[in-house]
Structures are given as structure tokens and as C-alpha cells.
């Protein structure tokens, strides 16, 4: 009753809200801050903002060079029914859960688990991940910046094989024909590898040698460029993103026009957009768009808790998240005419047949699309607004991925919040120089190592735990009164399904494929040896490791018997006082206890 009485009184005042979810102690009809005073947090200047966060975020470098080639060579237009239907069974509702979860807890991705304690560490998971990510990450905009600064002369550097850097086996595509299948290479292909990444200059992750100053500036200025958008926190990451996340569709816009008008363009288009219904019959199909769709909405990297703690207690989250995450899936399908108008204007140029040069991955934004860019009029112009793109692609995600770390411990450790200037230094300047190993010759061999570990099964993991935390330990009826609070209107029951019991399903599934189907990395011919391998499971390991081990310390940690401290420790924290009173404390554990059982029958 007074836990009822709490909620349903002061958190009508915004302030009261704001005081009962951090930290405020509960005695019998007041709230206290045992820091003498209330501490109000920040929120968005505009709902735009907010908006623009979000999609710039969810809108990376992926729905560029990754789901066009999906569907290209799944199906087609068919890849869409399996990419649609995890997107409404999974990827819009933890969308959905994620946003309001932030905004009504308004803390980051450790501090929102005051609702069921135990699972705190999955918070931290969430959290490292997103760090692990910004190691190699932020490499990726360094190679946009040094491929835009590339572009400011009169002919590409990529254009021709008689550079210093380009190996007897470097020849056009007019004279390919000549040289072995396995061995030529392109011009495009060599200033990457060989002009760009000096990779010829390794002999594998264990000989990775110095850092190359070029690269190195580049990742330095992408560093200051995000220390300045987070510095202040969402005040001036807000408006950022005003240009960060806008940018993208202006240019995509702009070469979808100059796309289509090329010869071999609507070839391509056609072969983008062909249907093979036969493919849905294969079960990669339907593995490769769940997979697409864990990783396209960026859930459970913490950045839509963090972002969504920040807006006001009664945004209408739902609709945010219809809003935002329909954008990002409509923009991976709108890029898809983008890439496959040049190509198809590939293919038809050099007369060689569309999977010649369709590709995934790095291979298409710093290969493909340099050398189709290359062989148009102005194309040192094109090059330009195409690399503007990608770099603000980058930035905003990479500014996600920033705020998540940054929040999320700023708000469980409160003595960083009036030192948010400094602490924001201290993580870039450490991914930083944890990037540096990517700049190096053999940079691109731990690059191909922290992208296949750092947040591949893991965040898969995370999410998993969070769903089930959410859904079957605080329970989905209690979340959709917090939501009803915020928005004025209960989730539907389809909504309460998918939290229940299709998403945390499909997500399991998606464990068990991960680890089923998981493939050693590699780079070209390069196998990395064991030791990197096991590196990498070490890594991925450490971020999921805190889930158990934040269980057991906290477990640990309370005070009393055993079944007192699991009634602590997947009881509010906020409502801890029930537990500490002798005449409710069993009644209180058998409550949660019926609860997870009925929930389970």
C-alpha cells in the first residue's frame, strides 16, 4: 500500500519522479535525498532532438553495406517477408521496450535495474559492449576521413596501378581478363588494402608494427569531433545531429538521382528487387534477416535507455518507436536502390556480371563504390558528398555508442556527474588509444577481430537477459502500468506477448544459432591463429560474465537469510521498506515467487 501510495502521489510532479529514481529513500509518506537535495536531470531541448538521435544511431554504415547485399542474395524482394516478420515480432518490440524503459526509470543502462536489482549486470554488459565497439568503430570513420581528404584532388588516387603502393598484380578492370582469378586486383582494391591500411606490411596480427601517422590523425580528429558533440551531454549532441543525421538522406538522395541515370542501373535495381520465393525455403535466408534485424535497430547496446532517459516522463515513447525504427528499416530498403543503381552501372561498364561486383562489408563503401564513383564526370565532387555521407553515418552512431557508456556509468556513480567534462575525455581519450592497434599496419586484423567478437553473441546475450528480466522478474503487467503512467494507455496485448514470450523465444534462438553456426574469423587467405581466437572469446566472455557475476555479489552482498536476500534482489529498490518489515517480507517473497510461476505455466 504505500509503495502504491508513492507512486500514485508524488510522481505526478515530475521533480518527486526525478528524486524517486535516483537514489531517494522511502520512510512512510516521504521521499529524502540522502544528498540533501533533488537532483534534477537533464532532458532534451526538443522532441527533434530526441528523434534525431535515435534514427542517426539506429542509421549506421550497416544499412548501407549490409542489408542491400542481404537481400540481393536472398531472394530479393522475398528476403522482406522474413526481415518484416522478425521486425514485428522482436525487433519493434524491444525497440519499444528499451525506449521505455530508459524514460521512466530516467537512468542509464546499469541504474534502470533498480527494478530488479539482480540483473544490474546486465547493464554492464550492455555497457562494455558499446565500449568494445567504439575500439574499432570509430576506425571505420577515420578511413571515411582519410578517403574525404583523399578526394580533394583533380584524379582519385584510386584510379590508375602506377602508384607507389600498388603491386605488379594491379590491373583495371579492362585488362582483368588476363590475370589469374585469384590474384588480380584492382586499383580500388589496392588503395584500400596496400595505399590506405599498408596491410602488405604485416605478416598477420602478431606482426602488427607502428601506428601510421596518417590514419592516426584522422582517428584523432574523429575522436575530437566526438569529445565536442558529448562533452555537454544532450544539449550538444542534440543539435549535432541535426547535421549528422539529416546529411545521410540528403546525399543518398542526391546519388540515387545521378544513379539511376547511369547505363546498367535499372539492371541493377531489377536484380535488387527480383523476387525468389524458392529462397525461403533455405533456412540461412531466415537466419541472415533475424540476425539483420538484432543488429540494424541497435538494441541492447544501451544507447536507446540512455538517449530515452533524457526526455520528459510523459513522451509518448510508443509512438516514438513506431516512428524511429519503421525510418531505419525503410532507409536499409531505400540505400538499396543506391547501391545497386552503380552496381548494376558496374556490371554493365565492364561487362562482368552483377555478383562480380556485389559485395558486403567494407569491401563495397572503401572498393566497390570508390571505383564506380571514379569513372563518372566530376568524380572527384562525387567522391566528396559520398564520403560526407559515410562519415556522418559513422559520427552518430558512434556518438550513441559513446552516450551509452558514458551515461550509464555517470548514473551509477554519482560523484561523475559534476565532472562530466573530464570523465567524457577520459573515455575517448581510452578508446583512443585502444584504436590505435587498428591504425597500424596490421590494423585490420584486430579490426576483423573486435568486429567478430566484441559484439557479436554477446549482445545477442544481453538482450536476451534483459527481456527476461523485464518480462519475467519485474513482470510485463507491472511494465505496462509504469508505460500506462507515462503515456496515459496500456500496451496492447500484442505487445505483451512479444515481451513475454516471442521475443525472449526468438532471441534465445538466436543464442543458440550464434553459437551453432560460428565461424573462426578470417581476413582474405589470413586465418588468425589460436591464441587471437581465443583473445576474442576472452573479450566476448568478459562483457557476458557480468551478468552471473553482479548476481552472485549482490546475493552476496544483502543482508539475511537466502530467501530474504532473493526478495531483495528482484524486488524494487524502491520498494526494499516492504521487505525490511517483518509482517510483509514472506508475503512479499511469495508474491514474486507466484508471480514467476504463474507466469511460467
Known amino acids: 500500500m504505500i509503495a502504491s501510495l508513492a507512486l500514485h502521489g508524488p510522481v505526478q510532479v515530475e521533480l518527486i519522479l526525478v528524486k524517486e529514481q535516483n537514489g531517494v529513500q522511502f520512510t512512510a509518506s516521504t521521499l529524502t535525498d540522502p544528498s540533501g537535495g ?7 531541448g526538443k522532441k527533434i532532438d530526441f528523434l534525431l538521435s535515435v534514427i542517426g ?50 537512468e542509464g543502462a546499469a541504474g534502470v535495474w533498480k527494478i530488479c536489482p539482480i540483473f544490474k549486470g546486465v547493464g554492464y554488459t550492455v555497457i562494455l559492449i558499446s565500449l568494445y565497439v567504439g575500439f574499432y568503430y570509430n576506425v571505420i570513420i577515420s578511413w571515411a576521413l582519410f578517403y574525404l581528404f583523399s578526394s580533394f584532388t583533380s584524379e582519385l588516387p584510386w584510379v590508375h596501378c602506377n602508384n607507389t603502393w600498388n603491386s605488379p598484380n594491379c590491373s583495371d578492370w579492362a585488362h582483368n581478363s588476363s590475370i589469374n582469378d585469384s590474384h588480380k586486383a584492382t586499383p580500388a582494391q589496392e588503395y584500400f588494402e596496400r595505399g590506405v591500411l599498408h596491410i602488405q606490411d604485416s605478416g598477420g596480427i602478431d606482426d602488427l608494427g607502428k601506428p601510421r601517422w596518417q590514419l592516426t590523425s584522422c582517428l584523432a580528429v574523429v575522436i575530437v569531433l566526438l569529445y565536442f558533440s558529448l562533452w555537454k551531454g544532450v544539449k550538444t549532441s542534440g543539435k549535432v545531429v541535426w547535421i549528422t543525421a539529416t546529411m545521410p538522406y540528403l546525399v543518398l538522395t542526391v546519388l540515387l538521382i545521378r544513379g539511376v541515370t547511369l547505363p546498367g542501373a535499372m539492371d541493377g535495381i531489377r536484380a535488387y528487387l527480383s523476387v525468389d520465393f524458392l529462397r ?14 538484432c543488429f540494424s535497430l541497435g538494441v541492447g547496446f544501451g544507447v536507446l535507455i540512455a538517449f530515452s532517459s533524457y526526455n520528459k516522463f510523459s513522451n509518448n515513447c510508443y509512438r516514438d518507436a513506431i516512428i524511429t525504427s519503421s525510418i531505419n528499416s525503410l532507409t536499409s530498403f531505400f540505400s538499396g536502390f543506391v547501391v545497386f543503381s552503380f ?5 554493365h561498364k565492364h561487362n562482368v556480371p552483377l555478383d562480380k561486383v556485389a559485395r558486403d562489408g567494407a569491401g563495397l563503401v572503401f572498393v566497390i563504390y570508390p571505383e564506380a564513383i571514379a569513372t563518372l564526370p566530376g568524380s572527384s565532387v562525387w567522391a566528396v558528398i559520398f564520403f560526407i555521407m559515410l ?7 558512434a556518438m550513441g555508442g559513446m552516450e551509452s557508456v558514458i551515461t550509464g556509468l555517470i548514473d551509477e556513480f554519482k560523484c561523475l556527474h559534476k565532472h562530466r567534462e573530464l570523465f567524457t575525455l577520459f573515455i575517448v ?13 596490421g590494423g585490420m586484423y584486430v579490426f ?58 526468438f532471441l534465445l534462438f538466436m ?80 508474491v514474486h515467487l507466484s508471480t514467476t510461476q504463474t507466469t511460467s505455466s
Not at 525461403?280 to 534485424?293: F, G, R, S, Y
Not at 581519450?429 to 599496419?441: G, K, W
Open 391 to 397: 562519415l556522418t553515418l559513422g559520427i552518430d552512431s
Open 429 to 441: 581519450v581510452s578508446t583512443f588509444l585502444i584504436s590505435l592497434f587498428c591504425v597500424t599496419n
Open 57 to 106: 544511431f539506429a542509421v549506421d554504415l550497416a544499412n548501407v553495406w549490409r542489408f542491400p547485399y542481404l537481400c540481393y542474395k536472398n531472394g530479393g524482394g522475398a528476403f522482406l517477408v522474413p526481415y518484416m516478420f522478425f521486425m514485428v515480432i522482436a525487433g519493434m518490440p524491444l525497440f519499444y521496450m528499451e525506449l521505455a524503459l530508459g524514460q521512466y526509470n530516467r
Open 38 to 44: 533533488p537532483v534534477e536531470r537533464e532532458t532534451w
Open 280 to 293: 525461403l525455403c533455405d533456412a540461412q535466408v531466415w537466419i541472415e534477416a533475424a540476425t539483420q534485424i
Open 448 to 505: 576483423t577481430l573486435l568486429d567478430h567478437f566484441a559484439a557479436g553473441t554477446s549482445i545477442l546475450f544481453g538482450v536476451l537477459i534483459e527481456a527476461i528480466g523485464i518480462a519475467w522478474f519485474y513482470g510485463v503487467d507491472r511494465f505496462s502500468d509504469d508505460i500506462e503512467e507515462m503515456i496515459g494507455h496500456r500496451p496492447g496485448l500484442y505487445w505483451r506477448l512479444c515481451w513475454k514470450f516471442v521475443s525472449p523465444c
Open 511 to 590: 543464442v543458440v544459432v550464434s553459437f551453432a553456426t560460428f565461424n573462426p574469423p578470417s581476413y582474405g587467405s589470413y586465418t588468425f591463429p589460436t591464441w587471437a581466437n581465443m583473445v576474442g572469446w576472452c573479450l566476448a566472455i568478459s562483457s557476458m560474465s557480468m551478468v552471473p557475476l553482479y548476481a552472485i555479489y549482490k546475493l552476496c552482498s544483502l543482508p539475511g537469510k537466502f530467501c530474504d536476500r532473493i526478495a531483495y534482489a528482484i524486488t524494487p529498490e524502491t520498494e526494499h521498506h516492504l521487505v525490511d518489515n517483518g509482517e510483509v517480507r514472506q508475503f512479499t517473497v511469495r
Open 343 to 347: 552496381l548494376g552501372y558496374m556490371s
